[in-house]
T-cell receptor, first 115, second 114 residues
């Protein structure tokens, strides 16, 4: 079955430390891949996306993600976390339909940043 | 440029009452989505519109939920009657469609059913 998996429900990281959030997908072909961030009481904001080409993509707020076809993964990283990065992070895939208009989201990873 | 606008932000109703949510997408975005987000979970698609046509409503519980997108711009999502399990955040998103990919989300409408 087609799926998007974020194995970590909750991650706690110290401010200034590095962060890596995992995302795995299961689809017949390589979908479009996205990472979104959601702060409390807010909608989702796009951090970065991968359609094709360079497998290391840069996003906003100092985030980057690496697409690994062999592992069906699209992990999100940040070298040095700031307190404002505390939020929920969602991996999403765009499915190959007629218009690529269908998206599926993972369950999310809650990131807590400690002083 | 204005983003996706949703209203109301918060709504508290008693079960069996009706409720409606409104969404105004980004100007020029042909594709509009309604997502349901339960606490601690990712958004789940309820319905997707391409202009005024509902092209994917397979996850919409049609016995109590309805949606419309008149003139291919604003959209309304209605629940009648509401049940306790409908308490959630209802997110509206829009995109250019046609493979452009990126979704732009509104801030959501949080529904509490008592």
């Amino acid at each position: 079955a087609q799926s998007v998996t974020q194995p970590d429900i909750h991650i706690t990281v110290s401010e200034g430390a590095s962060l890596e959030l995992r995302c795995n997908y299961s689809y017949g072909a390589t979908p479009y891949l996205f990472w979104y961030v959601q702060s409390p009481g807010q909608g989702l904001q796009l951090l970065l996306k991968y359609f094709s080409g360079d497998t290391l993509v840069q996003g906003i707020k100092g985030f980057e993600a690496e697409f690994k076809r062999s592992q069906s993964s699209f992990n999100l990283r940040k070298p040095s976390v700031h307190w404002s990065d505390a939020a929920e992070y969602f991996c999403a895939v765009g499915l190959p339909t007629d218009s690529w208009g269908k998206f599926q989201f993972g369950a999310g990873t809650q990131v807590v940043v400690t002083p | 440029e204005a983003g996706v606008v949703q209203s109301p932000r918060y709504k508290i109703i008693e079960k069996k009452q009706p409720v409606a949510f409104w969404c105004n997408p980004i100007s020029g975005h042909n594709t509009l989505y309604w997502y349901l987000q339960n606490l601690g979970q990712g958004p789940e698609l309820l319905i997707r519109y391409e202009n005024e046509e509902a092209v994917d409503d397979s996850q919409l519980p049609k016995d109590r939920f309805s949606a419309e997108r008149l003139k291919g711009v604003d959209s309304t999502l209605k629940i009648q009657p509401a049940e306790l399990g409908d308490s959630a955040v209802y997110l509206c998103a829009s995109s250019l469609g046609g493979g452009a990919g990126e979704l732009f989300f509104g801030e959501g409408s949080r529904l509490t059913v008592l």
